[in-house]
């Protein structure tokens, strides 16, 4: 089947359609930045976009995937030109281990394309990834500051 | 007064000089650290990386290389888990080095170069171990390019001034890599005065990690993330009962799945490898194993097992007669508290990428203890060490899982039965069920207070499943000698030591299921209790809680660091004992690893449940290496701590460890999280200290302690709910 993953169009063979789109990301396509965690929804490190919106990949099976656009963190930006996301996390200096950051900056990358601007309580709602080095406090810094860098690109 | 003098320990006398690294030129600086040799080396050699170096008893454990485009790699023998040692030993080489701290690449080294670390990561002493010796061997090794660039320059070393990696002298100048190049000789100098700390560049700059980029561009340098050429996948039958022992399975459904290579069968296990990580599961899932299992463990039956007054028991802490004044009855004051089953439940799970062919084994692998992991796995083959390489990638979380990596030796087999590559890790549910645990405690506290308001005696004892003892990292001759568990102690011994009286007592359990080292090992639980002990004390006392911890500790050195912390916590925190407008503080303090630090937490309670506002914290580690990681440190364990303290527990249901999942094992989200956390930094030693862990101490009985002032409650067991 072909896939359209950040703005590539890749041809991949697909032998088992349960197979998870995380697997599909990390051992075919080998884009290795998407996480597995727990295989089953429950703390996020596998979060890429699909069309802009959130989703956890390693409980969203292959068959499901038709044109939709699918993005990973090697495709949110580069060292070059970082998303907003990217930027505010390298400014924060958020990641420790860092495992489980791609998750999290996926996670903000679709609440921003919902909410531009998100209050503390919208944070609280719709970023519920699991981070064991506790970088929260940073986190919830950097996602601010996401919305800040995001606002000031696009008002220029 | 800082040290900037070389160490004694240090001599040119016991230096190693290596003459040859193939066919290139180069040397090897060795040293001791301890009573038994741990070396603590540097290896400075030419050009290139293609020079394999098989190891000896010599080996060094730091070895900087200069590349052709004059910039030095530094192979660390400790590994970066997040804590940000990558970033400190950066800061620490290029400022006695004298290059830019961009020119610095800081990388795993492979055990196949010999620089392992007998010890490992963790214990909160990656910067302070390395610290003396790094800067040592770095400044010994610039002295050394120094020398030489005189001879290439022709002008005497006196004159000559280096920066960035250039050395520049009589108006011409050299470049590092180019005055390696041809040298198979060198003049070892002895090793020179290091800089005055405030004449660093680096040290106690708050500057980025170095991992930085890697980590928010999503770079494959996990363990999960190895690949090789024509891998395949693996995957494990583990049971799900507490102590089943593997007896034999059933294969035949899985033997058809399609997608599967071979169904490995080993006197301990039976696994698959398969063509996709997908097959593999699926195939695990359809093999029936039988399983023995002698008893089927509840909780309770860990619940009595955890009991003070049960299993062997050892003083670890005595002054004055404790034991004989808390015997009498008369005014004695008791308190008993509690904590679970704690599980490490870091993201990346355990795994290995290994490949074994005739006569070597190569094993990618996220691991605490590169040199343990090394030797399990050459046992297991019959292979010798040094024809098994672990390269340790970047660490998706230790917190102490790391520290035991069977599943290696089982990876490694794997591989073996296919003669491929064979990449192998725990699902979730594996991962809590045979997680090595932080073991339950239970801890019994007792005091007498006189008129005054002061302690007379004082006594803890803490009940706890082992933490050291099984581990390869301790020798099963040095526990027998200690006779206890030195890691339950952490955090376990009075701090308050003006008291003419106390003593603390530790009781050893065994487990039927494999308990660990969990960052901070004790020092959560045991200062939960004493912690929240003192502040109970400090309210029949009728004193101000924090005046009350000041006036019970002795004025000798690590007293009055502890002092000022506590003084700078109540100041920056406006600590206020009497709750206001249903906020209140809590205020808890402890010394761990040498560095003493005071929190103070905010707390409200919203819809019957606690919630923390802020936390300030106070933290003396001495010299601080880099200030924003220092912090980054304190943020995550106060978290990390607040979560294990509020939220987390393993039970034990019917034979099984439960839960196996995040959400029902709840871990402090963003939602959980202070919104305000002020950490300050007091730096009043010498030398660094240990910062990832002592900062997970206090923070349960600060909330605790909160809590008792908001509502008038006290919460004994962790974790600590309301009604």
């Not at chain 2, 955890?306 to 062997?312: F, P, R, S």
């Not at chain 2, 050459?378 to 599943?407: S, W």
Request: proline share 5%; hydrophobic share 40%.
């Amino acid at each position: 089947m072909e896939i359209n993953i950040n703005g590539n169009k890749r041809q991949v063979e697909i032998t088992d359609t349960s197979t998870p789109l995380l697997w599909i990301i990390r051992d075919v396509l080998n884009l290795k930045g998407t996480k597995f965690g727990c295989g089953k929804a429950a703390c996020g490190a596998c979060t890429v976009l699909i069309d802009g919106q959130q989703v956890r990949s390693c409980s969203y099976p292959i068959s499901q995937l038709k044109e939709q656009a699918v993005t990973t963190i090697e495709g949110l930006g580069t060292a070059e030109n970082p998303h907003p996301v990217q930027q505010a996390w390298i400014e924060e200096i958020v990641p420790q281990c860092g495992y489980c950051q791609p998750g999290f900056m996926m996670a903000t990358a679709s609440l921003l394309n919902n909410i531009a601007d998100p209050t503390d309580e919208e944070i609280d709602t719709n970023i519920t990834n699991v981070c064991r080095c506790a970088t929260h406090y940073r986190i919830r810094k950097a996602i601010h500051k996401a919305a800040a860098i995001h606002q000031s690109k696009t008002s220029n | 007064m800082e040290n900037n003098k070389p160490s004694k320990k240090v001599s040119r006398r016991k230096f190693i000089i290596k003459a040859t690294l193939g066919s290139i030129g180069g040397l090897v600086l060795g040293t001791y650290l301890f009573r038994k040799p741990i070396y603590r080396s540097i290896a400075g050699y030419v050009n290139t990386l293609s020079t394999p170096y098989e190891g000896s008893k010599d080996d060094p454990i730091i070895w900087f290389e200069i590349t052709p485009d004059n910039k030095v790699i530094l192979q660390s023998p400790k590994v970066e888990m997040g804590q940000g040692i990558f970033t400190g030993l950066a800061q620490i080489a290029a400022d006695e080095l004298e290059v830019d701290i961009n020119q610095i690449k800081v990388i795993h080294a492979p055990s196949a170069t010999g620089n392992m670390d007998a010890f490992g990561t963790g214990g909160s002493t990656s910067i302070s171990s390395l610290w003396q010796p790094l800067r040592e061997l770095a400044a010994t090794m610039r002295e050394m390019l120094k020398t030489e660039a005189a001879n290439k320059l022709g002008v005497a070393v006196t004159t000559l001034s280096v920066a960035k990696g250039v050395v520049s002298g009589g108006g011409k100048s050299i470049t590092y890599a180019e005055i390696v190049k041809g040298v198979d000789k060198w003049k070892v100098p002895a090793t020179p005065a290091l800089k005055a700390i405030k004449d660093y560049q680096y040290v106690g700059q708050p500057i980025a990690r170095v991992d930085l980029q890697a980590k928010v561009f999503g770079e494959p340098i996990y363990g999960m993330d190895a690949v090789m050429p024509d891998m395949l996948y693996g995957s494990i039958v583990r049971p799900n009962k507490v102590g089943a022992q593997y007896m034999d399975a059933d294969t035949n459904i899985a033997e058809k799945i399609p997608g599967v290579v071979k169904i490995v069968k080993e006197k301990d296990f039976v696994g698959v490898v398969a063509v996709s990580q997908t097959a593999a599961e699926k195939a695990k899932n359809a093999i029936t194993a039988n399983w023995k299992v002698d008893k089927i463990w509840q909780t309770h039956d860990i619940e009595n097992m955890i009991k003070v007054g049960k299993g062997d028991a050892i003083e670890i802490q005595k002054t004055g007669k404790a034991a004989n004044i808390l015997e009498d009855k008369e005014g004695l004051i008791t308190m008993e508290f509690t904590s679970p089953i704690g599980a490490h439940a870091q993201i990346e799970p355990n795994g290995a990428l290994a490949f074994v062919e005739k006569d070597k084994a190569t094993i990618y692998i996220s691991t605490q203890v590169v040199k343990i992991t090394r030797s399990e796995v050459a046992d297991r083959l019959g292979l010798k060490t040094e024809q098994v390489n672990i390269i340790p990638t970047f660490l998706g979380g230790g917190f102490g899982r790391r520290l035991h990596t069977p599943h290696a030796v089982q990876a490694a087999l794997l591989s073996k039965a296919v003669g491929k590559p064979v990449k192998y890790f725990f699902n979730r549910q594996e991962e809590f069920q045979h997680d090595t645990f932080r073991p339950p405690t239970h801890h019994l506290l007792k005091a007498k207070l006189n008129a005054a308001g002061m302690i007379t005696a004082m006594e803890h004892n803490v009940s706890s499943g082992d933490v050291m003892y099984g581990s390869a990292l301790v020798p099963a001759i040095m526990q027998n000698l200690i006779g206890s568990d030195l890691g339950a102690w952490r955090g376990g011994m009075i701090n308050y030591t003006a008291i003419p009286n106390y003593r603390a007592v530790s009781w050893r359990v065994k487990l039927p299921f494999a308990t660990s080292w969990w960052r901070s090992l004790g020092l959560l639980a045991n200062t939960f209790a004493i912690e929240s002990f003192m502040d109970e004390l400090a309210i029949k006392a009728n004193q101000d809680p924090v005046a009350f911890r000041l006036a019970q500790i002795k004025d000798d050195t690590i007293g009055k660091r502890l002092k000022e912390v506590i003084r700078v916590a109540a100041e920056k925190s406006n600590y206020n004992n009497k709750a206001v407008n249903g906020i209140a503080m809590g205020f808890a303090c402890c010394i761990d690893v040498g560095t003493p630090c005071a929190q103070v937490a905010e707390v409200t309670v919203v819809d019957g449940k606690i919630k923390v506002l802020k936390v300030t914290c106070v933290i003396d580690p001495g010299i601080v290496v880099n200030p924003n990681q220092v912090k980054a440190q304190c943020e995550g364990a106060i978290i990390m701590g607040m979560s294990a303290a509020m939220f987390e527990r393993m039970y034990i249901e019917d034979g099984e460890l439960k839960p196996i999942i995040y959400g029902p094992y709840k871990i402090a989200s963003i939602k959980d999280a202070p919104r305000e956390i002020e950490v300050i930094i007091l730096q009043n030693d010498d030398k660094p200290g240990g910062v990832g862990e002592p900062p997970l101490g206090p923070i349960g009985a600060a909330i605790g302690n909160a809590v008792r002032r908001l509502t008038g409650t006290r919460l004994t067991d962790m974790p600590l709910t309301l009604g």
